[in-house]
């Protein structure tokens, strides 16, 4: 029996969670430095106040927690990434499979699948996500995943589980429809011989990297308004008052805090996440 023919879902599954579980690992700093950006507070270095940065963010934490507090968070960023990048990738190649069996999407049909995939495992654990955000902030103390999840639902409910839902959708659905729609579009320019040899994966990289720029600066303004909603609950009715109180305190530019650290970790992530990914899928017989 071919395993890959007779569960090609589960074989997506696993090889987007393998690729899931590299890119979380290595770029959760820069998420975690975007996270603190999005939410000012002043840090302290040497005993003297310095200004918000990137890289005083980073000198602040490595002073104060040393480098494994660049890894805050880690657990339930594992936690969401891991299940989430292997359904997104199980719901694309399902889909993929069934209404584009032997042709590749066009550009607005990339967009629809990677909104509709990206849709389905968001929504799915945004529990881990508004958990994930309060890890990362430093505003919160939890002790583990669990114990925070039974601390927001017995503080507020199931309503405080699903925080910042639609801002996440916003952000991630788009995001991943062009994303995968700048993915499928360079790939395409890419000759066949390339993408069957040795230079592969540095070209999926490449490709990756182009899509996650473009795609990333787009939906920059719903990751600040989903990190605002998540970490303040009872400050926001809605995405509207939120964006009201970006814009009365930051002006335009209040929507793209943290846009540096994020740039960079989504492009780097999920060119590398597509680049394990597909080869993954071609080892195990998936493509």
Excluded at 37 to 66: E, K, W, Y
Excluded at 86 to 102: A, H, P, Q, V
Excluded at 108 to 113: F, G, K, P, R
């Amino acid at each position: 029996m071919d395993f890959s023919k007779n569960y090609p879902m589960v074989k997506s599954f696993l090889a987007g969670s393998f690729s899931g579980t590299c890119s979380t690992i290595l770029f959760q700093p820069l998420d975690l430095v975007k996270t603190r950006m999005q939410n000012p507070t002043t840090v302290s270095l040497n005993g003297r106040h310095v200004s918000l940065s990137m890289l005083n963010i980073f000198a602040d934490i490595l002073q104060q927690q040393q480098i494994k507090g660049l890894w805050r968070g880690m657990t339930p960023s594992l936690t969401r990434c891991v299940p989430g990048v292997g359904l997104y990738f199980c719901t694309l190649d399902c889909m993929k499979r069934i209404f584009f069996e032997n042709r590749s999407p066009g550009p607005l049909e990339a967009v629809t699948l990677g909104v509709a995939s990206r849709s389905f495992s968001g929504a799915l654990l945004i529990p881990i996500t508004v958990i994930k955000t309060r890890y990362e902030s430093g505003v919160y103390n939890y002790s583990s995943v669990g114990s925070a999840l039974k601390e927001i639902y017995h503080k507020e409910g199931f309503k405080g589980m699903t925080c910042g839902l639609l801002p996440t959708l916003f952000r991630d659905a788009p995001f991943s429809g062009l994303y995968l729609m700048f993915y499928i579009q360079t790939k395409e320019l890419v000759p066949t011989d390339v993408l069957n040899s040795p230079y592969a994966s540095p070209a999926h990289f490449t490709c990756g990297i182009t899509a996650g720029i473009l795609a990333s600066l787009v939906t920059q303004p719903a990751d600040v308004l989903k990190t605002k909603m998540q970490l303040y609950p009872n400050k926001f009715s809605g995405i509207w008052s939120a964006a009201i109180y970006i814009h009365t305190k930051y002006g335009v530019k209040g929507y793209f805090k943290g846009i540096v650290p994020r740039m960079l970790r989504r492009t780097l992530m999920a060119a590398m996440s597509w680049t394990i990914y597909e080869r993954v899928s071609q080892s195990v017989g998936l493509k």
